[in-house]
């Protein structure tokens, strides 16, 4: 009996501290999501049941998609205004992918409402998403995918380059989120990044829109403070 009382005992106390230990790393997440702002999916999303005038994408579908959409888009020239005024963007020819991409989310109007959502003076300024679930329901509504990296083309991070980020998931090949991109804005550039970004595109015209938006007080994840809308963005050519 004493045997058997003992072993009722410890089990008893290896399921409490099991439990506290549960407790803890639950509490620890919660605590580290709590002090970030997350873009997630709209479970409400109804969009596809919309009609459709392209096919859903992922990331098997993307790039033959966007090679054929390349044959029959060729403008490489776009506008965007923002709440500081307009940024005119030049669009390479040379890594396609991107810039058709760039072109097939502008013809969606995908970019009209997204936020300046990452500013950091003296280094980019990054764009093409929102805490909004309206910029949540037009990504489902697209598809969700990726972009392979394209950088060796010449192209280096000066001032003014127009470059595409690579995805939070677990990405070792650097995959091109094709939502969101980035300006950047410090002088001189910033050639640490180069080879690990795509570089797509360039400003034209702008750049002081851009020093003005890279000025703005920003909060610890480097989010404005007041909110820096794209209005629309539209091709010029």
Not at 3 to 32: G, R, W
Not at 114 to 138: C, E, L
Not at 141 to 166: N, Q
Not at 176 to 192: L, N, R, T
Request: aromatic share 12%; charged share 30%; hydrophobic share 35%.
């Amino acid at each position: 009996m004493r045997v058997i009382l003992v072993l009722c005992i410890f089990c008893l106390f290896l399921n409490c501290e099991d439990k506290q230990s549960k407790k803890k790393k639950t509490s620890d997440v919660t605590k580290t999501e709590a002090t970030k702002k997350e873009f997630v999916e709209d479970p409400e999303d109804t969009t596809d049941t919309a009609e459709r005038q392209y096919p859903k994408l992922d990331s098997k579908k993307a790039m033959y998609f966007f090679l054929e959409y390349d044959k029959h888009h060729k403008e490489n020239k776009v506008r965007i205004t923002t709440d500081f005024g307009t940024i005119d963007i030049l669009l390479f020819d040379e890594t396609k992918y991107h810039r058709s991409n760039f072109i097939f989310l502008t013809k969606q109007h995908y970019f009209d409402g997204t936020q300046f959502y990452r500013v950091i003076d003296n280094f980019m300024v990054q764009a093409g998403n929102s805490d909004d679930k309206k910029t949540a329901r037009k990504r489902g509504h697209i598809g969700k995918y990726l972009l392979p990296a394209d950088t060796k083309r010449g192209f280096k991070h000066d001032r003014g380059a127009v470059s595409m980020p690579s995805s939070e998931i677990d990405n070792p090949h650097k995959l091109a989120s094709p939502y969101e991109f980035f300006i950047v804005q410090q002088k001189g550039g910033a050639h640490f990044l180069d080879g690990d970004y795509t570089i797509f595109g360039k400003v034209i015209n702008g750049m002081d829109v851009i020093d003005k938006i890279a000025a703005v007080e920003t909060d610890a994840a480097d989010w404005p403070l007041k909110n820096i809308y794209i209005r629309k963005v539209e091709i010029i050519q």
